[in-house]
């Protein structure tokens, strides 16, 4: 057994914390029915010490983005700062709680408004919500505003979303959410939408499009303008897809090519902890035309008229730069209704603040550039090597690639057996069988935080799995042999969860 759960750990009469004496005289429940049995909730009975050993032990056997290479692709792994956490965890934004008054809150509110601000001359938008959960649910809210927008203007008849075949699975998901329907596009030989299916499929039911620039290919559409103006003269609006973002923030705007709404990934593009690491933020952008449709509240300013009492205290000149406005709360007179309780993961959008004030203006655009040049330096390393296919190797790829695990002289060697190998090279596997339309797909994605070193080391790992797969093909079809559960059921790990030993 790898490690014993907490329950077979524990020893009865063993504890942990100690509380402080009371200071108050001891008072029953009001209603002792509300009361359990004492044995009705049979909790783990451990030292402090056993606790602590018990999860760290836990800790070790997961492999993390503070422990190893995790080139995750689609999903951008990047490094998260520790100074994101510290400046989240400051009490002020800490312990604060959502149903606060605005007037106590200003400072909070200030983030807000400026992450609004910074989020939109990013992307090239006009107004943004800091609200929706994660990507998914900023796809989810942009597809609705979309729609809310065609129905405002009596426009009944769209009900259509247009959806690359490359597209992340989450786009047609939240195309049926929304009551719309997916018409999937394919893409041409060069892995952009296909021109002439787009023109063939656009007419007065389209809604609009989901497009993802660069592509889950890694691929920049090279003919987005194009896309985005075929779209806008039918009628139709372009959802842009933003989980890409790190290949291009700080260099290109999605509002300036033609976008009409995207959403943001605050935990990729801007490092904030996910994959089980924590929550995410999905805000969502728009042109000014879909402002009126945000769902709300936002961060709004208000002027404060110079009127009535005003007091002086020690603090004034504190106050001085402020006055004459305050922040508020509003929701725009179209919306199309909250999306989330209170405001969003404020938490996350801390850290998402944190970590763009860092880099600023100047230092934004390097992240791309990095993120881009270490992307194209392990495909250049493969392709030098000539083992791995790499799907639409002829052009340059941004912050991804997709190489694939069809390897001359191993024919019984899969994509699966490539990527548990990694795992015995101390690397999280890439990610693979996505995109759906390349065969044995594994996806690249380095980010911009790893060294040479680092890229080296792993085009070192897959090159030499490509020789151990012709010379010694078991090597792979057991692997991974140094993890601490070897190569799993995952269909029946997945659907017979087993979830304790009782
Ligand atoms: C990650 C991702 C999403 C979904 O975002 P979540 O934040 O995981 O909900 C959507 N599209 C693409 C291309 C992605 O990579």
Redesign the pocket.
């Known amino acids: 057994m790898i490690e014993p759960t907490v329950y077979e750990l524990s020893s009865p009469g063993r504890h942990g914390p100690r509380l402080p004496a009371l200071d108050v005289p001891l008072a029953p429940l009001p209603d002792a029915a509300l009361l359990r049995p004492a044995d009705a909730l049979p909790l783990p009975e451990l030292s402090e010490l056993d606790v602590v050993r018990h999860f760290v032990r836990l800790s070790h056997l997961n492999m993390s983005i503070d422990t190893n290479f995790y080139p995750l692709g689609?999903?951008t792994m990047k490094y998260n700062p520790k100074v994101n956490e510290k400046v989240a965890g400051l009490p002020g934004f800490a312990q604060l709680h959502p149903l606060q008054d605005a007037e106590m809150t200003q400072g909070a509110l200030q983030l807000l408004f400026e992450l609004q601000i910074i989020l939109a001359e990013i992307s090239g938008f006009d107004a943004v919500t800091l609200q929706p959960a994660?990507?998914?649910?900023?796809?989810l809210t942009g597809v609705l505003i979309m729609r809310q927008y065609h129905l405002d203007r009596g426009d009944v008849k769209r009900t259509k979303i247009l959806v690359p075949d490359s597209?992340?699975g989450?786009?047609p998901a939240t195309t049926t959410m929304a009551g719309l329907q997916v018409v999937e596009l394919p893409s041409d030989s060069r892995g952009n939408v296909d021109l002439d299916a787009l023109k063939a499929a656009l007419d007065d039911t389209v809604a609009g499009l989901m497009l993802?620039n660069p592509n889950?290919l890694g691929l920049f559409e090279e003919h987005v303008v194009e896309v985005t103006r075929l779209v806008h003269e039918a009628g139709g609006l372009v959802y842009g897809?933003g989980?890409?973002l790190n290949a291009i923030v700080g260099v290109a705007r999605p509002g300036d090519l033609g976008f009409d709404v995207m959403h943001f990934?605050l935990?990729?593009t801007f490092s904030t902890p996910?994959g089980g690491g924590g929550p995410?933020a999905?805000p969502v952008a728009v042109v000014e035309k879909l402002a009126p449709f945000l769902p709300g509240p936002l961060v709004a300013v208000e002027k404060v008229e110079a009127q009535g009492p005003h007091y002086h205290d020690e603090d004034d000149h504190h106050h001085d730069e402020h006055d004459g406005y305050r922040l508020v709360w509003h929701t725009p007179s179209k919306s199309i209704g909250r999306m989330k309780s209170y405001y969003g993961n404020f938490g996350v959008l801390v850290r998402a603040y944190t970590y763009i004030r860092m880099h600023g203006a100047e230092g934004l655009p390097r992240i791309a550039e990095n993120a881009v040049l270490n992307a194209n330096y392990i495909k250049a390393r493969l392709e030098a090597d000539g083992s791995y296919p790499i799907a639409y190797g002829e052009r340059t790829c941004m912050h991804e690639f997709v190489a694939q695990g069809i390897l001359e002289g191993a024919p019984d060697v899969h994509t699966m057996d490539i990527a548990k190998r990694l795992m015995d090279y101390n690397f999280h596997p890439p990610t693979v069988y996505f995109p759906l339309i390349v065969k044995e797909a594994l996806m690249v994605e380095p980010t911009e935080t790893e060294s040479k070193e680092t890229l080296d080391a792993f085009a070192d790992a897959l090159i030499q799995i490509a020789k151990e797969a012709r010379e010694q093909p078991a090597l792979l079809k057991d692997a991974p042999h140094t993890a601490p559960m070897k190569r799993l059921d995952e269909v029946r790990a997945a659907r017979e969860l087993v979830l304790c030993r009782c």
Do not use: F, P, W
Not at 134 to 139: H, L, S, T, V, Y
């Open positions: 689609s999903c994660a990507g998914a649910q900023g796809e597209a992340h989450t786009n993802t889950t897809d989980a890409n990934n935990h990729k996910h995410g999905g």
